[in-house]
Nanobody, 115 residues
Framework: VQLVESGGGLVQAGGSLRLPCAAS????????MGWYRQAPGKQRELVAD???????NYLDSVKGRFTISSDNAKNTVYLQMSSLKPEDTAVYYC??????????WGQGTQVTISS
């Protein structure tokens, strides 16, 4: 299974970005799909996840600014990010856990927010 993220880049504070992540290969049903991020010198943290395409969970600092959604038929998960802040700067990683508990990671996409 391969996860391919895209959509990262450099934007000014207050701007928006949309990160899609598409899974290919023998994925036997995506159960939980999510986005993590890791800033320099910091631990990787969960930004948002969505379970069975319905139940969502967000990091407190992104609530109201980020929205996660998924298209389970296409094994694709999206992260819409708005009102971006410099502290959102990080490498963002896509993560999928299938119905058997196998976990897959994308290669990461850099998001840089300038002040």
């Amino acid at each position: 299974v391969q996860l391919v993220e895209s959509g990262g880049g450099l934007v000014q504070a207050g701007g928006s970005l949309r990160l899609p992540c598409a899974a290919s290969g023998m994925l036997f049903g995506a159960n939980v799909m999510g986005w993590y991020r890791q800033a320099p010198g910091k631990q990787r943290e969960l930004v948002a996840d969505i379970t069975s395409g319905v139940s969502t969970n967000y990091l407190d600092s992104v609530k109201g600014r980020f929205t996660i959604s998924s298209d389970n038929a296409k094994n694709t998960v999206y992260l819409q990010m708005s009102s971006l802040k410099p502290e959102d700067t990080a490498v963002y990683y896509c993560n999928i856990k299938d119905v058997y508990g196998h976990i897959f990671w994308g290669q990461g996409t850099q998001v840089t927010i300038s002040s």
